[in-house]
């Protein structure tokens, strides 16, 4: 429970600030050419709120008169009313004179104002639509600078690994060998691993890898490799060479009810060799896909794994039978990368960090819309989630850094997800303002009623179908 707190706390959190600076942009750019903003509300809502400066107590609070209703129940309007909503769903300010969520037909068949949206040049309304995103991705370039200044870039150069990395099936029938260490693709030196190297692994003609001490060139296949192939799989394509020693054991845990220590080595999982975190990782893909469609009994007997552990103290070898918890996980910690290999840092100063973290944060962008090809798989589709799936991505403890890091990540992912051509994203209306310049000519009232409707339930369905694949992984 408190790890699914923690999570929660920082997916809230990061949503939060990056909500609020998004709506901030379409708030800002509205207030320069003039436009009235109604409301500007983190999170939605529907019926009701949780806070508003409409409300009566924080009318007096703030020594003003309360606001009274007009005879259709709305307040007349005040300035811009602030709100919090409560479903956690994302956030909205409500434009005067705009097609947008609220709908209001009302207001859009009363004569045109001069403070509203519709009013305004074809440009305005664009720049207004393009503000949200434009500061979401600015943001993410402005963190991944401060990240820099603050805690620099630390790294461990890959010709430093000396264990190597492991390979799969597939990587070694290219020419790949347990061990080799990846230096190049085509030219292209590496520095440290990051997904950037599969990336460039998946489309390079050439990859050249360090094996025994001398540089080996290894030709890949025409065509390439598929990136989404390379990290799915029961073992990855490549991964670093971790020994597969217990570095914690969380209390009341599975592994620690059964005696397992830190220092700890697994050498079999069922019978099955283990020599590497790799191996063992394997092994649990493995058992994961048997579970599919078990019944309660299957999994508990399924779930009952034998482990052969070597003593941290004694060298001596025990075979244990336990029980896995339902994401069969044993609760332990691995060993990671830090404890074998030296890191090295490199500092920035504020005038350094900021084209670097602007370089680094294009480059981000860059490889995730890259990726995105693998969405229109079947295994990319399946990869597709919502909260559950965003809140994973946060550590289990409270960490600032990699705060940082996913807020920035996520900022990026929703500039770009908001600025797709889908009516009812900001993409979609700015397309529709687009259209309007070249051909001179407005899109009539009931056509973006109608594309502001198709928009929101393309929305819905696709929102359905996320949370759908994060309650599955989560049954699985």
Request: charged share 20%.
């Amino acid at each position: 429970m408190d790890l699914f707190l923690i999570r929660a706390a920082q997916l809230i959190l990061c949503l939060s600030i990056l909500i609020v600076l998004h709506e901030g942009g379409h708030f800002a750019m509205a207030k320069l050419f003039g436009i009235r903003v109604e409301k500007f509300f983190l999170f939605f809502d529907y019926k009701f709120h949780l806070f508003s400066t409409y409300s009566r107590w924080w009318r007096r609070l703030c020594g003003k008169q309360p606001i009274e209703k007009d005879p259709d129940g709305n307040y007349p309007y005040h300035g811009t009313e602030y709100g919090i909503g409560w479903i956690p769903l994302g956030g909205y300010v409500k434009i005067s004179g705009m097609i947008d969520e609220s709908m209001d037909r009302e207001q859009m068949s009363q004569p045109p104002q001069p403070w509203e949206f519709r009013t305004k040049p074809a440009w305005q309304r664009l720049l207004v639509m393009l503000a949200g995103v434009i500061v979401n991705f600015l943001v993410a370039l402005v963190i991944y600078s401060m990240i820099l200044f603050v805690w620099g870039s630390s790294y461990i150069p890959l010709r430093d690994m000396k264990m190597g990395f492991t390979y799969n099936e597939q990587a070694q029938s290219i020419g790949f060998r347990q061990g080799d260490i990846p230096v190049s693709a085509d030219g292209e030196t590496f520095r440290d691993f990051t997904t950037d190297v599969l990336r460039s692994i998946s489309n390079a003609h050439q990859v050249t890898v360090l094996r025994g001490g001398r540089e080996v060139a290894i030709t890949m296949p025409e065509g390439g490799q598929s990136l989404l192939d390379m990290l799915q799989g029961d073992r990855p394509f490549i991964a670093p060479y971790l020994p597969s020693v217990i570095d914690t054991v969380l209390p009341n845990s599975p592994a620690a009810k059964t005696g397992i220590s830190s220092g700890d080595r697994i050498l079999a999982f069922n019978g099955h060799p283990i020599d590497s975190w790799t191996d063992y990782d394997e092994q649990i893909h493995i058992l994961s896909r048997s579970l599919e469609g078990a019944t309660t009994n299957d999994s508990l007997r399924k779930r009952t794994v034998a482990v052969a552990v070597q003593r941290a103290d004694s060298l001596k070898i025990d075979t244990i039978t336990l029980l896995l918890n339902s994401e069969l996980q044993m609760g332990i910690g691995k060993t990671y990368a830090l404890r074998y290999y030296k890191p090295i840092t490199e500092e920035y100063g504020l005038l350094e960090s900021i084209p670097a973290g602007f370089s680094y944060g294009v480059n981000v962008f860059c490889g995730y819309v890259s990726d995105l090809k693998y969405l229109f798989t079947k295994e990319g589709a399946k990869s597709v989630g919502s909260f559950g799936a965003i809140g994973s991505m946060f550590p289990a403890s409270w960490d600032w850094q990699r705060f940082w890091e996913l807020t920035a990540f996520i900022s990026i992912i929703l500039a770009f997800m908001n600025v797709l051509p889908i009516p009812a994203l900001d993409g979609g209306h700015a397309l529709f303002l687009l259209l309007e310049i070249v051909f001179r000519r407005k899109f009539s009232l009931k056509f973006q009623e109608r594309a502001q409707m198709i928009g929101m339930w393309l929305l819905l369905a696709l929102m359905v179908y996320a949370i759908g694949n994060d309650i599955f992984r989560f049954l699985l």
